[in-house]
């Protein structure tokens, strides 16, 4: 789901001044603050990508998981 540039801009703009005037006490360079802006976007697709595959079925029981998941790693269960 892409959200319109011009939302971007503005949640970026928000979300930039919050950085640098957030604590008195804290220096932050824009750079640090655009770092921060870049994971926290890759965060938010990262949770989109995830609810679309939730809804869309794509995802497994959690026991399947773990089964597979010991298995892959040699774990031992309980």
């Given at each position: 789901?892409?959200?319109?540039?011009?939302?971007?801009?503005?949640?970026?703009?928000?979300?930039?001044?919050?950085?640098?005037?957030?604590?008195?006490?804290?220096?932050?360079?824009?750079?640090?603050?655009?770092?921060?802006?870049?994971?926290?976007?890759?965060t938010i697709e990262a949770v989109r990508e995830g609810l679309a595959d939730v809804?869309?079925?794509?995802?497994?029981?959690?026991?399947?998981?773990?089964?597979?998941?010991?298995?892959?790693?040699?774990?031992?269960?309980?």
């Open positions: 789901m892409r959200v319109p540039e011009e939302s971007r801009l503005a949640s970026f703009h928000q979300f930039i001044g919050e950085q640098l005037h957030a604590d008195a006490g804290v220096s932050i360079s824009p750079e640090q603050a655009l770092a921060l802006w870049r994971d926290r976007q890759e809804a869309a079925g794509r995802t497994k029981p959690i026991e399947q998981f773990r089964r597979e998941f010991a298995e892959r790693h040699s774990i031992v269960g309980e």
